[in-house]
């Protein structure tokens, strides 16, 4: 490994590769560094696709790229370490969280989605388990590895049960007759992986189907995912998967009818009658921090 990093900890691993804690001896900071034992697996594009995404974004609210190469026949990142907690650890402890943190948060997250749709970058997978709740008391929106990267047609496709929206559901389905991997754990997501000859044209019901006439607004489905999130983190209970299953939040004690009213807006099943933009849900989000 180069000699800018000193390894300190292993931190994760699976069949395609680690993630380690390491000291840039150079930037005199902790960073993460996540390395793919195996070029020719689909885990090399996964990390390819995680820095096209993030590269170009200069948010707080996102972690940073730092670095990517290949040395030995191993390819890795090196990204900014977020201290922390993800919050799907902090909700199934049975954490409870005050309107005021929660507008916070909102409003961050819609910072970032902002800074990040206007670099033509749609992150996809927005879950508790990849947000999280940082030292200082803010939040970071993390792992992009099945972000939508403008000029990167991805062949990565995912569905998180219950905060994935109802035409990525869709969308997941119509890509279905590629190969799917099993469901991860309790996190209940599924990915398909499309070669490269499968990217704009696939096979499903009715025959075969041109992706890029598929058309998501998938800025407009990351506003769904958010507000799907922060569903949970009010009712402590993650969304049912079919989006017209989804009850209206009950009048919470602490909480705000005009809180409720943005996360419903947000998930509505039909994306044109969400908020247009993140920008948009920002403010909606800042005029009842203006309120409170």
């Not at 997501?189 to 704009?200: A, P, Q, V």
Request: a positive charge.
């Amino acid at each position: 490994m180069n000699r800018s990093y000193r390894i300190e900890a292993e931190i994760g691993s699976g069949g395609s590769g680690a993630v380690y804690l390491a000291w840039h001896t150079r930037l005199r900071k902790h960073v993460v560094i996540k390395v793919v034992k195996d070029n020719s697996s689909g885990a090399l594009e996964v990390l390819r696709n995680e820095v096209e995404a993030l590269k170009h974004i200069k948010c707080i609210y996102v972690p940073q790229v730092l670095d990517f190469c290949s040395e030995n026949d191993h390819s890795f990142t090196v990204m900014e370490y977020i201290r922390g907690e993800s919050f799907d650890k902090l909700l199934k402890l049975g954490q409870k969280f005050t309107e005021k943190q929660i507008l916070k948060w909102y409003g961050q997250l819609a910072s970032a989605l902002d800074s990040i749709h206007k670099n033509d970058v749609f992150h996809r997978d927005i879950k508790p388990s990849n947000i999280m709740l940082t030292k200082s008391g803010d939040v970071c929106l993390i792992d992009f590895n099945s972000a939508y990267v403008s000029g990167n047609n991805t062949g990565i496709i995912s569905r998180s049960m219950g905060y994935a929206s109802p035409e990525q559901y869709e969308f997941f389905k119509l890509c279905r007759s590629r190969k799917v991997s099993s469901a991860k754990g309790t996190d209940l997501i599924e990915t398909i992986f499309l070669g490269k000859g499968m990217r704009n044209t696939v096979s499903g019901e009715g025959g075969s189907h041109d992706l890029g006439v598929y058309e998501i607004d998938w800025k407009l489905s990351d506003i769904y995912s958010l507000g799907a999130t922060m569903y949970h983190f009010l009712t402590g209970k993650r969304p049912p998967v079919r989006a017209d299953e989804v009850e209206q939040i009950p009048k919470l004690v602490g909480y705000s009818e005009a809180l409720l009213r943005i996360i419903e807006h947000s998930m509505r099943a039909n994306p044109s009658q969400r908020f247009a933009s993140a920008k948009e849900l920002g403010f909606a989000i800042k005029n009842v921090i203006c309120f409170n």
